[in-house]
């Protein structure tokens, strides 16, 4: 049995970055990964802006695509394209290559990285925290971070709770080209059938990432509505690279964040931004701001930073998928507006969070009137 100062379950965003941070401030960190780096994983891989700052300049960014255009369609109707001249929006990545990266800044940290195997349980004992692994072995820390997803062994031991479940659905297609050419430097969002359902195309160099997500509980309703975008776009014969799905969870507001010695970061912790389901951003930062409580022995300061930091921009993130659930028609007519777009490219540059953009007198104005108008139906079959 090996002893360490802090241990993370989980080698993605949120744990990299928390053994990143713990480890360049002198605590001897271990990350606990199941699978092997570099590893397929799935997830849209557009940076905002958001995402880009919290990483810094720890890792040169594996940048597939940085996009600058988004064209915006409703159930595949009232088509247009916004493009934004000073710079890019989104910057596209494959998430086998970003984890890889932050896999590299944190071991370069100092942290040790044990891969392939799986924790079992989580158990709290006289000195600390002892891991339970697949392999029979077991390590002990003195804290544990858990970063391995919404449904793994941390967030069970934490007792994380969740106000929304969706289910996302995702195809990786190589394309020729011509295709390649076609969606060089731009995304599609096309607002979807099902209650606060969308889908995307992002451009990956020879691979185009093509998903929907919904609430979860309308499964097959879910899957026809990606085959029918996929048939839209004229890529249903294209034979997939990746054919995956996932559920995003996000927590309830007073969903603990910690568990005695044990926190959870991520999507563990059911972190990510409700509307857009925007979850990276969310990950690296309470990844590395758990990884600062553990260095400076002050656990109950990430609940505080949390709350403060990523919480209020969560509870204006509900309040736009609310408004977007009833009236999507509104919602896309009003992207078209330049408030609209204006709105939407802060939110891609990271240059204003929900909270303070839903705090604008224009924006309040607009939402009010979402709250007047009836909700939208959506019939069986729709």
């Not at 397929?40 to 700052?53: D, F, H, P, R």
């Not at 691979?207 to 997500?213: F, K, P, R, S």
Request: proline residues 6%.
């Amino acid at each position: 049995m090996t002893s360490w100062d802090l241990a993370v379950v989980g080698g993605g965003p949120a744990g990299l970055s928390a053994a990143y941070v713990a480890a360049r401030a002198g605590v001897r960190t271990l990350v606990v990964e199941r699978a092997a780096h570099p590893r397929y994983k799935t997830c849209g891989g557009g940076l905002i802006g958001t995402s880009l700052a919290a990483l810094g300049d720890r890792v040169e960014v594996p940048a597939h695509d940085r996009v600058d255009r988004v064209t915006f369609t409703r159930d595949g109707r009232g088509r247009f394209t916004r493009r934004h001249a000073e710079g890019p929006l989104v910057t596209m990545v494959r998430r086998e290559e970003f984890d890889d990266r932050l896999r590299g800044a944190a071991v370069a940290a100092g942290a040790e990285l044990r891969q392939r195997v799986a924790v079992r349980a989580v158990e709290e004992v006289p000195e600390g925290v002892r891991l339970r692994l697949a392999d029979g072995d077991a390590v002990t820390a003195r804290t544990v971070i858990g970063a391995d997803g919404s449904s793994g062994v941390a967030a069970r031991h934490v007792g994380v709770r969740h106000r929304q479940v969706d289910l996302g659905l995702e195809l990786e297609l190589p394309v020729p080209p011509a295709e390649q050419a076609r969606w060089r430097g731009r995304v599609l969002l096309d607002w979807g059938p099902l209650p606060g359902s969308y889908a995307w195309v992002f451009p990956k160099g020879d691979l185009l990432t093509v998903g929907v997500i919904a609430a979860r509980g309308a499964g097959e309703r879910t899957r026809a509505y990606l085959r029918s975008f996929v048939e839209r776009l004229g890529l249903s014969g294209v034979e997939p690279a990746h054919d995956s799905g996932h559920l995003t969870r996000c927590r309830s507001e007073d969903s603990p964040l910690r568990r005695g010695r044990v926190l959870v970061a991520g999507d563990a912790a059911g972190l990510l931004e409700p509307w857009s389901r925007e979850g990276i951003s969310y990950a690296l930062r309470s990844g590395a701001l758990a990884g600062a409580a553990v260095a400076a022995d002050d656990l109950p300061g990430y609940e505080r930073a949390v709350a403060e930091l990523l919480v209020p921009s969560m509870r204006a993130g509900h309040r736009l998928l609310d408004a977007f659930t009833r009236r999507p028609q509104v919602f896309h007519a009003l992207l078209a507006t330049p408030p609209g777009w204006r709105m939407f490219v802060r939110f891609c540059q990271g240059r204003a969070s929900f909270d303070e953009t839903l705090a604008r007198t224009p924006v309040r104005a607009a939402l009010a009137l979402l709250d007047r108008l009836p909700a939208r139906s959506f019939p069986i079959g729709s």
